[in-house]
């Protein structure tokens, strides 16, 4: 028997757009993770810094909503955030702190942003002939279905 199966072996789920979909993200994420391993960055942190950068004095329930992140894991992520001196607290009430990056953190988040977006660059080169527009409007509805 041949160690060679892409002759005769088929896998019907393999042209399923839910099985290529979630193909497509893993690999597309791996590839994004690489590019932000380059700044001791993951993509949940770095996805993180961007927002509280983009929304300087945020709380922690927006970032986790805003990111489909629970609180029970954005915590740890905001304490190891904080730890490695990349975002302050400021606290707000006795349960609320706004949230806000260190000089460091701004820099970490720019850079990881600019890598994102070369990445975003590449990957909506890949899908043309579909617009920009489409595949996002595309993701979102199923981001939205899914998520209820």
């Known amino acids: 028997m041949?160690?060679?199966i892409s002759d005769t072996f088929s896998v019907p789920i393999k042209e399923f757009p839910g099985y290529l979909l979630r193909a497509a993200s893993q690999a597309a994420?791996?590839?994004l993770s690489e590019r932000l391993g380059e700044y001791d960055m993951r993509l949940t942190e770095a996805s993180i810094l961007v927002a509280i950068q983009t929304?300087?004095?945020c709380r922690q329930s927006q970032i986790g909503k805003s990111l489909y992140i629970s609180s029970a894991n954005?915590?740890?992520k905001l304490h190891q955030l904080?730890?490695?001196k990349l975002i302050k607290r400021k606290p707000l009430d006795g349960r609320t702190n706004w949230l806000t990056l260190t000089q460091r953190g701004d820099e970490v988040a720019s850079a990881c942003l600019i890598a994102m977006k070369e990445h975003e660059d590449v990957?909506?080169?890949l899908i043309k002939p579909i617009s920009a527009d489409e595949f996002t409007a595309?993701?979102?509805r199923l981001t939205t279905?899914?998520?209820r």
């Open 138 to 140: 595309a993701m979102k």
């Open 29 to 31: 994420i791996s590839r």
């Open 2 to 4: 041949s160690d060679d």
């Open 145 to 147: 279905a899914f998520n």
């Open 74 to 76: 954005l915590t740890p």
């Open 123 to 125: 990957l909506l080169e």
């Open 55 to 57: 929304n300087p004095g």
């Open 82 to 84: 904080e730890k490695r």
